[in-house]
């Protein structure tokens, strides 16, 4: 299976470097599948450090296997998980400060051929594609730093701004 990463939107030496890091690690988990991974995005976050959050998309042919692996390991890393839905996905966050909730690195681990991979794709595309729906996402992103990210408040806003920007993609397909 080849990597895929998508460095267009890396623009940051240091950024792209720590990218690749953060995926050489996940890489060495014992037990870890053969993934491919693509980098979905990053904002930068207006807080005295300047520092930014990676969002990584990891494919997988199988999501059972990753129900196999050393969790433990992935967890001593600062990884928890924050969302299991069943055979298509499992999200985690890398935290930094659990009194804020604060994370840098957010993994979005998919079965590959599900709808929901196939969602993340489609979305990932038009956020390559598209430099304005790529800006609108990083200042959702900034504008709901503080929410988690499986809050009921989070998942309605951002199915709200997906759908916003969905049906605008539409839109612009028919003109």
Do not use: W
């Amino acid at each position: 299976m080849k990597r895929n990463i998508s460095i267009k939107k890396l623009n940051n030496l240091s950024f792209k470097n720590n990218f690749l890091e953060e995926i050489k690690k996940i890489k060495d988990i014992p037990k870890m599948p053969i993934f491919t991974y693509e980098h979905i995005g990053s904002t930068a976050i207006n807080n005295s450090l300047g520092e930014e959050i990676i969002d990584i998309l990891i494919v997988v042919e199988n999501l059972h296997e990753i129900n196999n692996f050393d969790e433990k390991r992935l967890n001593n890393m600062g990884y928890h998980r924050f969302a299991h839905k069943g055979k298509g996905f499992i999200s985690y966050c890398k935290i930094k400060d659990f009194t804020k909730m604060d994370y840098n690195i957010k993994l979005f681990i998919v079965q590959k051929d599900t709808d929901i991979h196939k969602n993340f794709i489609f979305f990932n595309d038009l956020l390559k594609n598209n430099n304005k729906i790529f800006e609108d996402y990083q200042n959702f992103k900034k504008e709901n730093f503080n929410l988690k990210s499986n809050s009921k408040e989070y998942i309605k806003k951002r199915d709200i701004f997906i759908k916003k920007i969905l049906n605008g993609d539409k839109n612009a397909k028919r003109t």
